[in-house]
């Protein structure tokens, strides 16, 4: 046997076969050639009769791997020549590269989703834990909402899973699909012309019909139905994928569990008696003890890269990893539900074995365990590290656990040189990880301490890799490396690579599997699903109760699991037989290698690599938890500071006898955005734009300090908060929410009723921030997959109709917890009053973007600062928002990196601001004291009051003294903050 071919990640396997198999396998010859199923397509056999050639093809995606006939100079001595063919046109990597683009939308639509119903499920823990303000909490319904966490985050992290290999196998030309929809026959032709007819045919005919109708929304209604039809084509590559993968996994935990009865495979194991098997054999593999050991072998390496008759290099005698589950299950009083592994349990199928001697330990002889093995085992993967395939990037960029063969010796071994470039790579990229690492701190502003502590953290957590990186030096110096210029003598390779061996050696019992299944069935799955039901959350309800049904069949039935179980990849496929047959000779030549064989073979480990063993399922896993954290953390703040409403009872430091003038160059146009004389207040004709912000900042200020504030900054009289009467209309109402809002009377000329202006505080606590998330998670991270994605702005047009989509599954969620509803409600009470004209609404942060929704739904103008906007998640609302009132009643002030009020597509009508806050100063633009003084500053101060913090705390210019003043700036600071501290 030889490995001949290691073309990519593809295994091809070339053997001398005899006379008898000559008819089962391609071939030329004498040289016959096996598919292995890591190929992503089996090889096909061409022959020319007339030139008496074969030429042997392989696919791999756009490109073709070919064995041919090739001859020397004289035209004889025949030579197997293999070439790459590259297939693909400009024309197929475009329309894929559509195709592809398309789908990464549609799984960014997928992700949207999986944040939000997190959410939604924060916020109904909150509710029913009576953290909303407004009644007591049930435990029992509080308990089994948090129990559905697990269950939701490995559902939705497996749907993300499958969504990334959706997109993977679109741009490969659905090679996957093909091979479990529709059957193993005809699939191929049906699966191009449905995709054909999703990606290009029937959303082009909606186009055309669309504009030959006259709509002007052609492209609206064609995106939505393209992403109707991606969607319909991933629920059928998620369904059949499933299902396959289900029944794959079946058919060899009965197969496994025929060979355990009699063996041999004769169909003795009942449906029953399988899914009995399925469930031992999860357990087993989830809660069992673990020892791991760890080393490097060397010596030469067959094709399955088997090591046991490799030489140990280094320490036999290094204590193995034990992890802390491992000790737990160890003590004694788990012997209950434990068992140690006996060799008794070889009879039972195991492969039990004296984990002393093999390891080569003499600690552990004696010791019986189950070997373990992974899916790289059971596809005897080991990729090779020659001088040829050798890079830096290879060796910076590998998994700490790959399974690279480094060949130090023979024609192609790596160098001397590249083995210590090897290690200094590895040493160069950890340091230069941990100096940019306190390089960004100290531009954050972190001090020396704290990087010093980060720096010796990250050491400590790397100290067992920099080790290993001091071992790899010593047995560099003990091989025998030649240098760039040398010949190898003998022309025989010699091999070098680290193993990773995992032995079972407790186990859960038989009884304690079916209970473990039994009470994740009940705890995990039957009582957090209930309670969604009980509450009232029918929609989040329904998608956990899909989520916990496919997550369970698809757990206990992992084909992962029990190909690393058996490391057989032959129980996928093997006949029933006679009682009297042997199991070594269980099938022929003719099933071994046929097509079908094959082909369920390749299918069932593309599924498991990249589904139940992506790369990418620890990713999308850990970004949920992250996301589920934050989540968490701030039910748990606003559960502990519940009723708390954070108030500032700081009054700014006014200097009535200094001014700004506007600057020379071009102020800002709307720097008097009032409605000039119509408003007619007492004292000037209108607000100005340093008026709203003012205004909007004193939103978070305590009642106590709000009427003073406002006399200094309009003057006595001229303003008025309306503390009592936003007060008796709350209680009028009942309203109880978390929500917080001022409402300032302005006085006016000629006996018009008083102007009002609402106020609406921003994020202040836990409760504001889940709001802020609820609201414009879902606008901003559909923004940010428009800017990823190549040409994203043709999707623009359907986003609203996207998270409209979204907000449908948690509409109970959005009702407990609607802060517009109160403010509009409120608003709307105001404008019936006929003791006040021409309401208007203002805010900062959270109270902008309140501001913006309640102006539009209201029809009042609103003036917000750095406020989320509303134009994509307008039809989430109750009642949704027209773009016509947004775009004619919302303003937002932006100040320049600010990114809240970037969150959602903006307006038509804004203003952008300076900000002189640090690039290092992440949240400092969005304070709102930071951008009243750059617009009074900018503006002039237009009869109000300067400000002593807009130098002292932010460092704009100085005021310039008025002729009234008798005090240079410094003096008048310090004299107002004295008399601020004697009131």
Request: aromatic share 12%; with cysteine.
């Amino acid at each position: 046997e030889y490995n001949l071919l290691h073309l990519s990640t593809l295994l091809v396997e070339i053997k001398i076969m005899s006379a008898q198999e000559t008819d089962k396998l391609l071939g030329y010859g004498s040289l016959k050639i096996k598919d292995h199923f890591s190929l992503r397509s089996r090889g096909s056999r061409i022959y020319f009769e007339d030139t008496n050639t074969v030429d042997i093809v392989w696919s791999d995606g756009t490109n073709q791997y070919v064995i041919e006939d090739d001859y020397d100079e004289n035209g004889k001595n025949e030579i197997e020549q293999i070439k790459l063919v590259k297939t693909a046109s400009t024309g197929l990597i475009l329309m894929r590269g559509t195709y592809t683009l398309v789908c990464l939308f549609w799984t960014g639509f997928l992700l949207v989703c999986s944040l939000q119903l997190l959410l939604y499920l924060v916020l109904d823990l909150l509710i029913q834990s009576g953290a909303t303000e407004q009644k007591g909490g049930i435990p029992l319904l509080g308990i089994g909402t948090f129990l559905a966490f697990p269950l939701y985050l490995l559902g939705l992290a497996n749907v993300m899973i499958i969504a990334g290999s959706y997109v993977s196998d679109t741009w490969n030309g659905q090679e996957l699909l093909k091979e479990f929809a529709f059957g193993l026959k005809k699939a191929k032709v049906k699966i191009e012309w449905l995709s054909f007819l999703i990606f290009l045919g029937l959303p082009v005919t909606v186009m055309c019909i669309a504009i030959f109708s006259g709509r002007k929304d052609w492209w609206e209604v064609t995106s939505l139905f393209w992403f109707y039809s991606i969607g319909f084509l991933f629920f059928l590559y998620a369904s059949t994928l499933i299902a396959t993968a289900v029944y794959g996994s079946f058919i060899v935990t009965r197969n496994w569990r025929d060979i355990l009865d009699d063996g041999i495979v004769n169909d003795s194991a009942d449906f029953w008696e399988t899914v009995s098997q399925a469930i031992q054999t999860r357990n087993h593999h989830c809660f069992s003890g673990l020892l791991t050991f760890s080393y490097i072998t060397e010596g030469s390496i067959d094709r399955s890269g088997v090591h046991k008759s490799l030489k140990r290099v280094g320490r036999e005698d290094k204590p193995p990893s034990r992890s802390l589950w491992t000790r737990f299950v160890s003590l004694g009083f788990m012997d209950f539900f434990y068992e140690d592994v006996t060799e008794a349990m070889q009879a039972q199928g195991y492969n039990v074995k004296d984990i002393g001697v093999a390891v080569k330990n003499p600690s552990f002889i004696g010791e019986g365990g189950i070997e373990l093995f992974d899916m790289d085992d059971v596809q005897g993967y080991r990729p090779f590290l020659t001088r040829d395939t050798w890079s830096l990037e290879k060796i910076f960029c590998r998994d700490p656990k790959s399974r690279y063969v480094v060949v130090y010796d023979g024609p192609d071994a790596v160098t001397k040189a590249q083995m210590y470039s090897s290690v200094a790579c590895f040493i160069l990229g950890n340091t230069f990880g941990i100096v940019v690492l306190a390089a960004a701190l100290r531009w954050f502003g972190a001090s020396i301490v704290a990087i010093s502590v980060v720096i010796v953290g990250l050491l400590t957590y790397r100290i067992t890799r920099l080790k290993s990186a001091g071992g790899i030096i010593k047995i560099i110096r003990e091989m025998n490396l030649r240098q760039e210029d040398e010949e190898d003598d003998d022309g025989k390779s010699l091999g070098l690579f680290q193993v990773w061996r995992r032995f079972r050696t407790r186990q859960p019992k038989r009884i304690f599997c079916f209970l473990i299944f039994g009470m994740e069935v009940f705890f995990l799955f039957l009582w957090p699903l209930f309670t969604l039901y009980f509450i009232g959350n029918h929609k989040t309800a329904t998608v956990f109760l899909i989520l916990g049904l496919i997550f369970f069949v698809r757990s206990y039935f992992d084909p992962a699991i029990v190909l690393e179980e058996t490391n057989q990849m032959s129980y996928v496929d093997i006949p029933d037989q006679p009682n009297e047959v042997e199991l070594d000779n269980k099938w022929s030549d003719s099933l071994k290698y046929s097509k079908s064989h094959w082909t369920k073979q390749s299918r069932l480990v593309k599924i498991v690599n990249t589904v139940n063993r992506s790369k990418l399922g620890p990713f999308w896993l850990n970004a949920l938890a992250s996301f589920l954290f934050i989540l968490v953390a701030l039910f748990a703040i606003a559960l502990a500071t519940k009723g708390e409403k954070g108030f500032n009872s700081t009054e700014y430091t006014y200097l009535k006898d200094f001014y700004y003038d506007q600057q020379k160059d071009l102020p800002y146009p709307t720097c008097n955005i009032g409605k000039g004389e119509r408003l007619g207040l007492s004292g000037a004709s209108s607000l100005h734009l340093s008026d709203y912000v003012f205004v909007a900042g004193l939103a978070y200020a305590d009642a106590a300090v709000t009427q003073p504030q406002l006399d200094k900054w309009f003057g006595e009289g001229s303003a008025t908060d309306q503390h009592d009467y936003v007060e008796k209309y709350r209680t009028q109402v009942e309203d109880g929410s978390a929500v917080t809002y001022k409402f300032v009377s302005f006085a006016r000329t000629e006996g018009k009723s008083d102007m009002g202006l609402i106020s609406i505080r921003g994020t202040t606590t836990a409760w504001d921030a889940l709001t802020d998330i609820q609201l414009w998670s879902a606008a901003a991270v559909f923004q940010l997959l428009r800017e990823l994605l190549p040409g994203g702005q043709v999707f623009s047009p359907i986003l609203n109709h996207l998270v409209n989509m979204i907000s449908w599954l948690a509409s109970e969620s959005i009702n407990r917890v609607a802060f517009y509803k109160e403010t509009t409600a409120f608003a709307k009470a105001v404008i019936e009053d006929k003791n006040f004209e021409d309401i208007q609404v203002t805010g900062h942060s959270l109270g902008g973007g309140l501001a913006i929704i309640t102006g539009a739904q209201a029809n009042i103008p609103a003036i917000a600062l750095s406020g989320p906007n509303a134009l994509i998640g307008r039809d989430t609302f109750e009642p949704p928002v027209s773009v016509e009132a947004l775009n004619t009643m919302t303003f937002n002030i932006i100040p320049d990196r600010d990114i809240v009020p970037r969150f959602d597509d903006r307006a038509k009508l804004f203003q952008e601001i300076n900000c002189l806050a640090g690039a290092n100063d992440l949240i400092g633009c969005h304070n709102s004291l930071r951008s009243l003084c750059e617009i009074i500053y900018t503006c002039g101060t237009m009869g109000r009051p300067a400000l002593c913090e807009c130098h002292t705390l932010f460092g704009y210019p100085k005021p310039q003294a008025s002729e009234n003043a008798t005090e240079t700036f410094e003096e008048a600071c310090a004299d107002a903050q004295s008399l601020r501290a004697d009131d």
